[in-house]
């Protein structure tokens, strides 16, 4: 279990950072320009070590989770209340927060990103730890 847990921990950022550096500085920079998210140059060290983090936690609580599921429907459902967490705490309180200049863009854009992130995480897990897990039978929800 144990590998597994370090394995996820480490495809989180291996998946995540490639991902935030190519949507958010590459492929639609100038939009997140327009919307405000950057005030002058992102730290990229600091948004890995951020990811490093969230992989670590995320990777340490996955094999609590239970709810009936198992494989991939686990690690999907998993991955989704996660990836809903993150978007309510990453995109719906920074609209709340500040005046997002097409606001509305933004959500769909960061909605579209986090699917990705997450739905790519799941695909992980569920690679991960499918048919590996010590106890996979299900625990009633």
Same mark, same amino acid.
């Given at each position: 279990?144990?590998r597994q847990q370090v394995a996820a921990a480490a495809i989180y950022p291996a998946i995540v950072f490639p991902l935030a550096l190519v949507w958010h500085l590459v492929l639609f920079k100038d939009r997140y320009?327009?919307?405000?998210?950057?005030?002058?140059?992102?730290?990229?060290?600091?948004?890995?070590?951020?990811?490093?983090?969230?992989?670590?936690?995320?990777?340490?609580?996955?094999?609590?989770?239970?709810?009936?599921?198992? +494989?991939?429907?686990?690690?999907?459902?998993?991955?989704?209340?996660?990836?809903?967490?993150?978007?309510?705490?990453?995109?719906?309180?920074?609209?709340?927060?500040?005046?997002?200049?097409?606001?509305?863009?933004?959500?769909?854009?960061?909605?579209?990103?986090?699917?990705?992130?997450? +739905?790519?995480?799941?695909?992980?897990?569920?690679?991960?730890?499918?048919?590996?897990?010590?106890?996979?039978?299900?625990?009633?929800?």
């Open positions: 279990m144990i320009m327009v919307f405000g998210y950057f005030e002058g140059e992102p730290n990229i060290v600091v948004g890995l070590a951020s990811m490093i983090v969230q992989g670590a936690v995320l990777a340490a609580i996955y094999p609590m989770f239970r709810f009936g599921r198992a +494989g991939f429907a686990r690690a999907f459902l998993f991955a989704g209340l996660l990836g809903l967490f993150f978007w309510t705490s990453h995109v719906l309180a920074l609209v709340a927060k500040q005046n997002v200049p097409g606001a509305a863009s933004f959500v769909v854009m960061e909605t579209v990103y986090l699917g990705l992130q997450f +739905g790519l995480f799941a695909v992980a897990l569920g690679l991960i730890f499918n048919g590996r897990e010590r106890n996979n039978t299900p625990v009633p929800a």
